[in-house]
Each structure stands twice: as C-alpha cells, then as structure tokens.
T-cell receptor, first 108, second 112 residues
Framework: AQRVTQPEKLLSVFKGAPVELKCNYS??????LFWYVQYSRQRLQLLLR??SRESIKGFTADLNKGETSFHLKKPFAQEEDSAMYYC??????????FGQGTELSVKP | NAGVMQNPRHLVRRRGQEARLRCSPM?????VYWYRQLPEEGLKFMVY????????ESGMPKERFSAEFPKEGPSILRIQQVVRGDSAAYFC??????????FGPGTRLTVT
C-alpha cells in the first residue's frame, strides 16, 4: 500500500526552539518525497524535495529508507514558520500521495 | 508567468445541483492534477489529465464526477447532483511533463 503518515496534527513550539515534523511512508520501490507548506490564506507551495538535498528557509529533510521516514527539521524555529506542512510521496504514475498535514505553531 | 488559476474560489450549491470547477494551468504546462481535501483530512488525488486525455482517474468517485482538459481552455472538474459529502476544497496542480506540481489556490465547495 502507498501511504504517507504524519502522526502529529498540531505541533507547538517557542521561537528559537528546534522543530521536527515527522513523516513516515509506505511504498514498494524508490520513493520520491516532498514537503509542501501552506501559509495562512496562501496556496500550497513546494518547500523541499529529497532528491535535491537542499536547505530552504533553514529547513532540511533526510530520507531514511531503513526507517521509511522523511522528517522535516529546523534548528531554530521562527514565528513566520507557522503554517500547515504536508509530506507527500510521488508514485511512478506521477500523482502525489499526501499525509494528513501537521499544523506548526511557533509562539513568541 | 501567472500561477495556476482556479475559479471560482468559493462555490455554493444546493443538493442536486451541478458544480463546475475550473483550472487554468501555468503557461507551458500540459499536465493537470485534481486533488480533494475533505475537512480535517489531507489532500487526496482524484484525477490526472493531459491535453484531451485522462491518464489516471483512480481517485475519482465512480458516479457523478467527471473531468476534462480540452485542447483549448481550462480543465474542468464537474460534479453532478451534488450531495453534502461533496463539500470540500478542490485543488488543481499543473506541471510541465512529470516534474514539480504547482498548485492553485483551490475552490471551496459548500453544498447546502
């Protein structure tokens, strides 16, 4: 079965604290994984993709095939990071399979 | 290059009416995807289209739902005889070939 699981519906941290948004997947084959972010009243936009191994806005995510995880991390959260975060897997057919989303709230 | 456009942004329909949701992909993008987000849930794939072709409709409900992407004009997601359970946010995404998908702002459908 192809599935993406984000176990936390809401994650609340204080500004400057480290943050980790969890994502686990189930996929037979080589997955292509993404993190999308949706800021308040804005459209969904791509934050990271695992193949590019880049850091965007201080966020990084490493694909761990052994643990079938693709957790999103940032060492020091900022208030402007508050948003909905979706982990997604793209299958061979091209469609995206999304997790349920995690709402990140960064408090001052 | 304008982003993916969707209209209307909000649509209210009574039970039994038809809903038509439009998606204009980004310029140069020939691949369109429709996703549905029910309240408190993540986005779920519905259908993948290329110009004049349905590539994958495995996520479409068997009845009342249809989608098209004609040679000219926007992609249309059509829901006939809407029911309360169709109330959701419907997102369209487009891509050039099978690359990164760019999302539209969504259409929020409310069935009363």
């Amino acid at each position: 079965a192809q599935r993406v699981t984000q176990p936390e519906k809401l994650l609340s941290v204080f500004k400057g604290a480290p943050v980790e948004l969890k994502c686990n997947y189930s996929y037979s084959g080589s997955p292509e994984l993404f993190w999308y972010v949706q800021y308040s009243r804005q459209r969904l936009q791509l934050l990271l993709r695992h193949i590019s191994r880049e850091s965007i806005k201080g966020f990084t995510a490493d694909l761990n095939k052994g643990e079938t995880s693709f957790h999103l991390k940032k060492p020091f959260a900022q208030e402007e990071d508050s948003a909905m975060y979706y982990c997604a897997l793209r299958n061979q057919g091209g469609k995206l399979i999304f997790g349920q989303g995690t709402e990140l709230s960064v408090k001052p | 290059n304008a982003g993916v456009m969707q209209n209307p942004r909000h649509l209210v329909r009574r039970r039994g009416q038809e809903a038509r949701l439009r998606c204009s992909p980004m310029k140069g993008h020939s691949h369109v995807y429709w996703y549905r987000q029910l309240p408190e849930e993540g986005l779920k794939f519905m259908v993948y289209l290329q110009k004049e072709n349905i590539i994958d409709e495995s996520g479409m409900p068997k009845e009342r739902f249809s989608a098209e992407f004609p040679k000219e004009g926007p992609s249309i997601l059509r829901i006939q005889q809407v029911v309360r359970g169709d109330s959701a946010a419907y997102f369209c995404a487009s891509s050039p070939e099978e690359h990164e998908q760019y999302f539209g702002p969504g259409t929020r459908l409310t069935v009363t």
